[in-house]
């Protein structure tokens, strides 16, 4: 069991950036998960934004936010960062963190662990 916190969203102007962070805590050690972000706008489905592998050397992102975001990961503070910039309108949504054992699982969107998730509004 994992249990994984977001904090970090708010309302920003179009062009800006925000950080958005997710602890996590339980009794496997956080380096033996794939952590990752998605994203669920109003009336939409949930869609993958960004993963990165157990290490931290492997990252994938969804095409609508590449060379925009960044995931990162520090396995000292159990905690999984994505770091937004150039925000836009339509990256309104509220962003979930996810973890999972299995890197292509996270990709796929069967991740084994959500958390809450924290609501990011991007003004025009």
């Known amino acids: 069991q994992v249990q994984l916190v977001e904090s970090g969203g708010g309302l920003v102007q179009a062009g800006g950036s925000l950080t958005l962070s997710c602890a996590a805590s339980?009794?496997?050690?956080?380096?033996?998960?794939?952590m990752g972000w998605f994203r669920q706008a109003p009336g939409k489905e949930r869609d993958f934004v960004a993963v990165i592998g157990r290490s931290g050397g492997n990252t994938d992102y969804a095409d609508s936010v590449k060379g925009r975001f960044t995931i990162s990961r520090d396995n000292a503070k159990n905690t999984v960062y994505l770091q937004m910039n150039s925000l836009k309108p339509e990256d309104t949504a509220v962003y979930y963190c996810?973890?999972?054992?299995?890197?292509?699982?996270?990709?796929?969107?069967?991740?084994?662990?959500w958390g809450q998730g924290t609501q990011v509004t991007v003004s025009s």
């Open positions: 996810a973890a999972d054992a299995g890197y292509t699982i996270l990709v796929n969107g069967g991740p084994d662990y």
């Open positions: 339980g009794r496997r050690t956080f380096s033996s998960y794939a």
